[in-house]
């Protein structure tokens, strides 16, 4: 059973920086093909891809928020870290982490599929002094 | 960048059929894929690659992508299907995920 949860600060004040942990079981991120996203979502508003790590460590950033985000993983605890600097209001939002479907092979070869089969019931983080 | 359109609200009467659609610049050579997202919890896969179900979810719910746009359809629509509905593919270009703004589907 895939299971995701995230935790974290429920409030932030301006210019602080965000650690969140998404802590995960069902599924080791040292396995091929796992991947691993963090995704936000503003009160009221559309869901906004942050960052990716994948299961051979390779990672990958939203290109406006590049500079500000930092994924990382603990394989033996089962976690990825996403870390955000610089936080701002306009950052207020729930984040949640999710699960790529993994990668596979059928007879074309090997397949990464790009959609979250499994997501964390996300966290509310609120950034006011 | 590239962005995925969706209507920002769809109206339905209980049975009849929905269609929420998901338009993007050559969209039909992406892998779309649908998320159901009600009140206060996370989204739901209801639709991956284009037309396939993840298990769990009702053949109501069904995908096409043949070109502009992707359509997400719900036939014989219940009350408990109201929800907001996302579309989002993989950008190959950016390696990004992109979502679309997001369809909020309301059953008279």
């Known amino acids: 059973q895939v299971t995701l949860k995230e935790s974290g600060p429920a409030l932030v004040k301006p210019t602080q920086t965000l650690t969140l942990t998404c802590t995960f079981s069902g599924f080791s991120l040292s396995t091929r093909g796992m991947r691993v996203s963090w995704i936000r979502q503003p009160p009221g508003k559309a869901l906004e891809w942050l960052a990716r790590?994948?299961?051979?460590?390779?990672?990958f950033y939203s290109t406006s928020l590049k500079t500000r985000l930092t994924i990382s993983r603990d394989t033996s605890k089962n976690q990825v870290v996403l870390t955000m600097t610089n936080m701002d209001p306009v950052d207020t939002a729930t984040y949640y982490c999710a699960r790529m479907r993994p990668g596979y092979y059928d007879s074309s070869g090997y397949y990464a599929p790009y959609d979250f089969d499994y997501w964390g019931q996300g966290t509310l983080v609120t950034v006011s002094s | 960048s590239y962005v995925l359109t969706q209507p920002p609200s769809v109206s339905v009467a209980p049975g009849q059929t929905a269609r929420i659609t998901c338009g993007g610049n050559?969209?039909?050579?992406?892998?779309v894929h649908w998320y159901q997202q009600k009140p206060g919890q996370a989204p739901v896969l209801v639709v991956y690659?284009?037309?396939d179900r993840p298990s769990g979810i009702p053949e109501r719910f069904s995908g096409s992508n043949s070109g502009n746009p992707a359509t997400l359809t719900i036939s014989r629509v219940e009350a408990g299907d109201e929800a907001d509905y996302y579309c989002q593919v993989w950008d190959s270009s950016s390696d990004h995920v992109v979502f679309g703004g997001g369809t909020k589907l309301t059953v008279l």
């Open positions: 790590i994948d299961w051979d460590d390779d990672k």
């Open positions: 690659d284009d037309s």
């Open positions: 050559n969209i039909g050579s992406k892998s």
